[in-house]
């Protein structure tokens, strides 16, 4: 069973860091395409990041310079550091993990697994 845990989420200032983690279990996230993407209310759900097996990674143009993808692959573990956050930042945040990556990597219906979300607030 697949199953995908969040966490790291919390309120800031603007301005601030956060560092979220996904943990996962009955899936390799070496052998994986593993995303973060946000849904910010009123708001259709965004891709934000991903990660790939070898490092490969892809950010949405809002948020280059600032978010920085990585995977620890012995503690099964994908983390989105967000620095120098903006209040449009805010949005629930969800780890998602699909096969290998595709030329089109933030179409959130190619993605069959989800964890729960956690709640990012910039303030």
């Known amino acids: 069973q697949v199953q995908l845990v969040e966490s790291g989420g919390g309120t800031v200032q603007a301005g601030g860091s956060l560092r979220l983690s996904c943990a996962a279990s009955g899936l390799p996230v070496s052998s994986r395409c593993m995303a973060w993407f946000r849904q910010a209310p009123g708001k259709v759900r965004e891709g934000v990041a991903v990660v790939e097996a070898g490092g490969w990674t892809k950010y949405v143009e809002s948020v280059k310079g600032r978010f920085t993808v990585s995977q620890d692959n012995a503690k099964n573990t994908v983390y989105l550091q967000m620095d120098s956050l903006k209040d449009e930042d805010t949005a629930m945040y969800y780890c998602?993990?699909?096969?290998?990556?595709?030329?089109?990597?933030?179409?959130?219906?190619?993605?069959?697994?989800w964890g729960q979300g956690t709640q990012v607030t910039v303030s």
């Open positions: 998602a993990a699909r096969g290998a990556c595709s030329s089109v990597v933030f179409r959130d219906n190619d993605y069959p697994y």
